[in-house]
């Protein structure tokens, strides 16, 4: 027999984006069910070390701390379930979901929280290094190669930006990109090329990320001249792969709006999608920040604008019955 789950407040997603919305959603009373997706806990779960999520002072484990907010939202009355999302019904409220296994989640209001995940090369040694010197998110753990030489793969706006951020931290940053020019804005280039502390290799490809001995991380990168077939080394501490993003919203097209890179289209300083009680917040809305702590604070605020939509539709329906 087919499960059927109503609740006030569904939550797709289970990131700091989702789970901070539970936690708000649960104490406003909204008993909310968190579906937790395919990665419970998100991107976190497969970071280690978070030195730049408020209030810690000494380095934290990002498992951990997606543990620790699980367990909040549970505490405060939200309820997690394993489950993924696979057919959704947004025509009408109640919002009508189905999960994988043909569980039904009937609900007054939906909250979207699947978050984006990072490209990668799909090259040798790429995930091997992870955590040991390649990386996605050079504002992420940039800190960590203070004094240190990097590199950044990738030349739109995302890399560009990347390699200038990685200049408070290393005076010799280096953007790897396998043409000839630059597909980020013109405004971006020349802030780069102007820059006196990074270099620019064209027209190389990468071939492998290359580790030192035991546990040393990455030396190097191996490339490939796109023109020449020329193989070469690039001595490095740190990689970042820098080409882009894809936000988590597949489910959805054709039910919301969705910009032109497939992102959640919310409101100007809010979470309100285009289809009134559903709500946007953390990575597969925000395509320019891209934080935990903003996930978090986007999914304080879903949760904060479904309980007004709920106060709002509740005061209209007893009007309504009054008259």
Known sequence: MTATHSTRMLIIGSGPAGLSAAIYGAR?????????????????????DVENYPGFREVIQGP???????????????????????????????????????????????????????????????????????????????????????????GGNTAVEEALYLTNHSHDVTLIHRRDSLRAEKILQE?????????????????????????AGLVAIELKDTVTGAVSQLETDGGFVAIGHSPSTELFRGHLELDEDGYLIVEKGGTRTNVPGVFG?????????????????????????AERFLAEADFEARVTVDA
């Open 64 to 154: 951990w701390l997606m543990e620790e907010m699980r367990a909040q939202a549970e505490h405060v009355g939200a309820t997690m379930v394993w489950d993924m999302i696979s057919e959704i019904d947004l025509s009408e409220r109640p919002f009508r979901l189905k999960g994988d296994g043909g569980t039904v989640y009937v609900a007054d209001t939906l909250i979207i929280a699947t978050g984006a995940q990072a490209k990668w090369l799909g090259v040798e040694g790429e995930m091997e290094l992870g955590g040991k010197g390649v990386s996605a998110c050079a504002t992420c753990d940039g800190f960590f190669y203070r004094g240190k030489k990097v590199a950044v793969i990738g």
């Open 191 to 215: 802030r780069l090329f102007a820059h006196p502390n990074i270099k620019v290799l064209w027209n190389q490809q990468v071939e492998r990320f290359v580790g030192g001995e035991g546990n």
């Open 281 to 305: 917040c953390g990575d597969v809305a925000d395509k320019v920040y891209r934080q935990a702590v903003t996930a978090a604070g986007m999914g304080c605020m879903a949760a904060l604008d």
């Open 28 to 48: 406003a009373g909204m008993a909310p069910i968190v579906v937790q997706g395919i990665q419970p806990g998100g991107q976190l779960t497969i970071t280690t």
